[in-house]
């Protein structure tokens, strides 16, 4: 079995520093071979304006970088972050995912950007990746919060062989709370959805992020849950195994039943 640990932590806005310290005290309690935090962990999220953000943001040898890198090699996990990045005179919305042997993070930048988010970040270029673990004998997809309402996010995902989806999140809406275990179900994948509670106010509007952080089986089945406010750490036991049998029943397997020569016309002209 491979522990995953869901994170759900609230961050201050714009108190980077505040915040790392409260993220490695929860690293420091944590047993597990996975470990996933919400999107934009170590800032906060409801960004307007890129000078404000630019002064958070980092790249892949940052102090936040520098922190989870050191941290994913004394607890010999897998430690997945979202973080604001910036590179090139760009800030990406994008999640770091360190690892047990220390090294470069790899980064994917969030491919759909939600309302407002446009304003200080560019769309992703990475694609989306999957990583693959020897000792854990694991593939492991990345997606973050709002791909969750392109299908074809976790399909990509799926189809490169990941068994488990995780998506660091700061969802504000609830369609995703019945979608999220789609995405399982439609692939045969685990997916992990790592969210933030608490709320954020810019001028007169309030986002209020949902939590509910959740580790859906193969079935969509949600096997451990959090409650929609308050700071906790799930960690749940997944056998990879279980999402590489696609098969449905004894006839009929979802990936080999696919018919991707019909499906050119999703293409819109
Ligand atoms: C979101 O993508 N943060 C809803």
């Known amino acids: 079995m491979i522990r995953i ?21 929860i690293i420091e309690g944590i047993e597990a071979d996975v470990v996933v935090f919400p999107e934009l962990c170590t800032t906060g999220y409801f960004f307007t304006s ?7 943001a980092e790249g ?19 430690i997945v ?8 005179g760009h800030l990406f919305n994008s999640a770091f995912v360190f690892r047990p042997e220390g090294g470069e993070p790899l980064v994917y930048r969030k491919s759909h950007l939600f309302y407002l988010e446009p304003l200080v970040f560019e769309p992703g270029d990475t ?7 020897e000792r854990l004998d694991l593939y492991l997809g990345i997606m973050l919060c709002y791909d969750w309402r392109f299908p074809e996010a976790a399909r990509c995902l799926a189809l490169d ?9 700061n969802l504000v809406t609830d369609a995703w709370m019945k979608v999220m275990p789609a995405r399982a179900i439609e692939n045969k994948v685990f997916v992990a959805v790592a969210n933030r509670t608490g709320s954020e106010t ?7 992020f949902k939590g509910r952080t959740a580790l859906y089986d193969p079935w969509g089945e949600a096997i451990l849950q959090a409650g929609p406010t308050g700071d906790s750490v799930l960690v749940v036991g997944i ?26 016309r999703l293409i819109r002209r």
């Open 161 to 169: 062989g990941a068994d488990i989806i995780v998506c660091p999140s």
């Open 239 to 264: 056998d990879p195994a279980a999402a590489r049998d696609k098969r449905f029943n004894d006839r009929n397997d979802i990936f080999l039943d696919r018919r991707p020569e019909l499906y050119g």
């Open 127 to 133: 694609g989306f990746p999957v990583i693959r673990d």
């Open 50 to 56: 890129k000078e404000e953000l630019a002064t958070l």
């Open 81 to 88: 972050a979202g973080m604001a990045e910036a590179s090139g």
């Open 60 to 78: 892949t040898d940052g102090e936040a970088a520098m922190m989870f890198r050191a941290a994913a090699v004394s607890k010999r996990a897998i």
């Open 5 to 25: 640990a869901l994170v759900q932590y609230t961050p201050v806005y714009g108190r980077k520093s505040q915040n790392l310290e409260a993220i490695s005290r």
């Open 202 to 208: 810019k001028g007169d509007e309030t986002l209020v």
